[in-house]
């Protein structure tokens, strides 16, 4: 659409009528239609009767001169945080607050392992009736561990604990923007604009794994899951860039490097 090669949003077909569609929209086991349309760009938009579903489809195009066609679909790529300025070493009220509860929870030695991390995280959900969830698996715990832990030390101390909390508490908060039924769950089609407001920009192909991946049979996935697939992205898109030296986003690994980006992110 006039240059658009993007992926259109809801928004974008709620606002801008159709030049030209089926007559009827009926579940048919084949639907054929003709069209005359005067030259320009458009949009064209194959579905399914009912959703989740997938079909062949044929397009034939007849024009006086050569046209192209292209699926539109979105480049591939992770929004990389701005640098925030940096504060004074004084602590605020908050911070404080908050250091004193990680105390609480983690001991003398000031970190916490992957069953700490899951009974913290789980009692914290727990208290939020608007989400749906059965609670952060250990092996849950454990990957936000392995994308938090900077020192290696399998364990997350007090500034590592503050990061994954933040993001969990920005994410909580685009979770509860798709949660618009208050469900407690968002669909498919939500994860898609959830995804991509998080700052992971994926094309088709990827959406349906994570929709196979993290939905249950109903198409819809629930707060724990949620969070499960943007730690595994957010880890996934910080290992390849790791290796990504000259940013072109082709990487070259051997098979010890495969197996460390796949154990690890």
Not at 39 to 44: A, C, R, T, W
Not at 212 to 240: P, T, W
Request: glycine share 4%; net charge negative; aromatic share 10%.
């Amino acid at each position: 659409m006039h240059g658009n090669k993007q992926h259109l949003q809801k928004d974008f077909f709620l606002y801008n009528a159709s030049k030209a569609r089926s007559k009827t929209y009926i579940n048919m086991r084949e639907v054929s239609q003709r069209f005359r349309l005067p030259p320009s760009e458009y949009v064209i938009v194959p579905s399914t009767y009912e959703p989740h579903q997938e079909g062949e489809f044929i397009l034939r195009v007849f024009s006086e001169k050569r046209n192209l066609s292209e699926e539109a679909e979105n480049t591939i790529s992770v929004d990389r945080p701005v640098p925030r300025p940096g504060h004074t070493d004084q602590e605020s009220e908050e911070q404080q607050q908050f250091r004193n509860i990680f105390r609480q929870i983690a001991g003398d030695d000031m970190e916490i392992c992957a069953d700490e991390l899951k009974n913290v995280l789980n009692t914290v959900v727990n208290k939020h009736k608007d989400l749906k969830t059965q609670g952060f698996t250990l092996e849950s715990c454990r990957s936000m561990i392995a994308l938090m832990d900077t020192d290696g030390s399998g364990r997350l101390n007090l500034q590592e604990f503050h990061h994954l909390w933040k993001k969990i508490k920005a994410w909580q908060k685009i979770f509860k923007h798709y949660d618009t039924d208050h469900s407690g769950t968002i669909n498919s089609y939500e994860m898609r604009n959830a995804v991509n407001d998080a700052g992971f920009h994926l094309n088709s192909q990827l959406y349906d794994i994570i929709t196979m991946r993290y939905a249950d049979k109903h198409m819809n996935i629930d707060f724990d899951s949620f969070i499960c697939c943007f730690v595994r992205l957010e880890g996934m898109f910080r290992a390849f860039n790791a290796f990504d030296k000259d940013g072109d986003g082709i990487i070259k690994l051997n098979v010890l490097e495969w197996l460390q980006l796949t154990m690890y992110a």
